[in-house]
């Protein structure tokens, strides 16, 4: 990992289809190490959550190229290593784990990003009908030890029209959002067994995970 943070620190310095092409091997180097780890990952979970167990580091790994078709920042190349993993991999609309591997940057993310207007709707309806449910799960004191509460940056200011006056907790109706954070520093990912860290401190996720599954499956017909 310390090759691979080293990497990603002069790949964000050089960041041109020269540099990468010159450093091609190196990078695919580091992916395969990568994978392997995240193979190892996936097999930790698997045990805790069985949606996962099907899955390959090439279903979750996402692509270093940038899409930047519509981006006013045309670097080429990611300098992060990310990896999503739900049921269906690297699909969105549905809760799962995160992994962000970036100089600086690290962290571990949980739960439902930013789903369309349809599943968002579906899932306030659910927070309104059964919000003890998720309360008692959010406060795990695994998930308030590692993460704290749900990341509330995007929120809305109001809660949204439809919705009860009196619900006693409106900051679940303004989340567009429905994640939660860790933040790790390089050195996290220097111990022999991050991967087996990792695992453990995305264990008292998957009950939340499950709680906005519910609502993805029933709505999707899964």
């Known amino acids: 990992m310390k090759e691979l943070f080293k990497y990603l620190k002069a790949l964000k310095l050089n960041n041109n289809r020269d540099w990468f092409a010159e ?11 990568f994978g392997n780890d995240i193979s190892r990952l ?3 979970m698997s045990v805790y959550d069985e949606e996962l167990k099907n899955l390959t580091p090439k279903d979750c790994i996402y692509r270093i190229y940038r899409d930047i078709r519509f981006s006013e920042d045309k670097t080429p190349y990611k300098t992060h290593f990310g990896v999503l993993m739900t049921k269906y991999g690297r699909k969105l609309n549905r809760a799962g784990y995160y992994l962000h591997v970036e100089p600086g940057e690290s962290m571990l993310c949980a739960g439902l990003w930013f789903p369309d207007p ?32 749900f990341d ?10 439809g919705y009860p006056k009196d619900f006693p907790y ?40 499950d709680f906005f599954n519910f609502t993805a499956d029933e709505m999707y017909n899964r």
């Open 23 to 33: 450093h091609k091997q190196e990078y695919a180097a580091l992916r395969e190490k």
């Open 42 to 44: 996936l097999a930790l």
């Open 118 to 149: 349809a599943l968002l709707k579906a899932v306030r309806k659910e927070i309104c009908d059964n919000y003890e449910e998720l309360m008692e799960i959010m406060d795990n004191p695994g998930i308030k030890e590692i993460y704290g509460s």
């Open 152 to 161: 509330t940056e995007n929120s809305l200011k109001r809660v949204p029209n």
């Open 170 to 209: 409106p900051e679940l109706l303004r989340l567009k959002n429905f994640g939660i954070v860790c933040r790790l520093n390089d050195s996290f990912f220097y111990d022999k067994n991050w991967v087996e860290k990792v695992s453990e401190y995305f264990r008292p996720a998957k009950p939340m995970n």
